[in-house]
């Protein structure tokens, strides 16, 4: 054996107890660091996994790895098993009883159990999530409670991704708050594309950022039609949007919108949905709003502490419709949550939704609570697909191709909301969804013969996102 093998050995074995040194503690070691990317670049033959991380991002990749899985060991040491099955319900709006192992939304879900499912029943009061009881119960170093701090803070929310750079990351863009990072490439997204469409979880540290979590599925690029729907929705009720208004008052609707784009793009990958209607509502008091509903379904009994968190000036409650009369015997017909003004009621059949709509809003009115329904986030008004009609036909030549570009430019469009192209590019907004659209066009599995020339559409639509 040469000295260079002998050194080669030496190196490996330093990093191997390094790691378990990291994996025990949860501090992460810059000598470790340094051994790794010394025997990384050693070995690094070719791809985007072989590059070394930089030492800060390393550092935040190391420290959520080890405290997800401490704390679900310490959700399975201080909780009922059965927790995991009540937050993996709630998470899939009730599609399967059981959380399993192998499903492939695990990837959004455990982050989401982690840092953000916040239940009165299940979790021990005063805390809202189990990140912050581990968090209380345990010594942690400051960059730990930092990660956890952050991670708490950030709202899952659907991200645009931009492209795959040269130092082993990719470039992705918040579709709803506008900001742009580089998360580390990990074998979950190293073969996304520029245009993908991500529903994830970003945790921001310093200048760097890493994706504890996403949904195991890239969406076209055609559809972020329905994300950009749902901003604007957003910004029609909000004069500025935010991590806390996201992840208290549309954490639910995300969701929602997630899984409304998996039954659509992968129907044969997904799960039978529940026949129960998911139906969202803004009302103008949401306090009024709960005490009304709990009089209406006579489940005045429930425990303060389960249906109210006034914590910051925030309203939040989470109580079931029941029919309390002597004949049911509080038979269960519907769920309601609130968050501030948002209010979401799954009813558990249509028969169920006339009949509680029928008296709510005779009732709101009489108590002065102004409602209004929201078609758009409700899962029992199916979106339309988007969809496009292309002009000309398959092997024109150039110059047909053209044409028929210019057609396509000039005519209106519903996935415009009945503009032409030409029209919606002069705006922001509009400019999004066409470059959505020129990147649809391009993942053509035939673009030779594909009706449009494509780079005519580029030029004359002088998009800045794809030039």
Known sequence: MTLKDISNELLKLSSSIYKIFELLTGRTSFVGYRILMETTSENNTSGDLQRPLDFLTYKIKQTESFLLNQIL??????????????????????????????????????????????????????????????????????????????????????????????????????????????????????????????????????????????????????????????????????????????SFEYEEEFRSLYFDLCDDVFPQQMVSSSSRIKVFYTVSDGKKAFLALKELSGDTEAPENRAWNTEKGLFQADFPWTDCSEKNQSLLKGWIQIRNQQLCIHYESSEE????????????????????????????????????????????????????????????????????????????????????????????????????HLPTLKNGLNLPLIQ
């Open 353 to 452: 939704k006339e009949f509680m709509e029928k008296k709510m809003t005779p009732y709101f009115k009489k108590k002065g609570i102004q409602i209004q329904f929201h078609p758009h986030f409700s899962s029992s008004s199916k979106r339309t697909q988007p969809r496009m009609q292309i002009p000309g036909y398959k092997d024109a030549n150039l110059d047909q191709k053209k044409d028929a570009s210019h057609q396509w430019m000039n005519a209106q469009h519903p996935i415009l909301d009945q503009k032409s192209p030409y029209e919606a590019a002069q705006t922001p907004e509009g400019q999004e969804i066409l470059t959505a659209l020129i990147q649809q066009f391009e993942r053509q599995p035939d673009l030779e013969s594909f009706p449009l």
């Open 73 to 246: 060991e310490f959700a399975r040491n201080h909780y009922s098993p059965q927790i995991i099955h009540e937050a993996w319900k709630i998470f899939q709006f009730n599609r399967t009883s059981e959380f399993i192992n192998d499903n492939p939304h695990n990837g959004a879900f455990i982050p989401w159990f982690v840092f953000h499912w916040k239940n009165r029943e299940w979790i021990q009061p005063p805390y809202d999530t189990l990140a912050q009881h581990f968090s209380a119960e345990n010594q942690l170093d400051p960059f730990q409670k930092e990660f956890l701090t952050q991670a708490i803070r950030q709202p899952f929310s659907f991200y645009d991704v931009l492209k795959k750079t040269s130092d082993r990351t990719l470039m992705i863009r918040d579709l709803f708050l506008g900001t742009v990072c580089q998360v580390p490439l990990d074998e979950g997204i190293i073969h996304c594309l520029p245009g993908d469409l991500l529903f994830a979880h970003s945790v921001r540290i310093q200048n760097r950022a890493t994706l504890t979590g996403y949904g195991q599925f890239r969406f076209p690029p055609i559809y972020k039609k329905w994300v950009f729907d749902l901003r604007k929705e957003i910004k029609k009720r909000h004069s500025f949007i935010s991590y806390g208004l996201l």
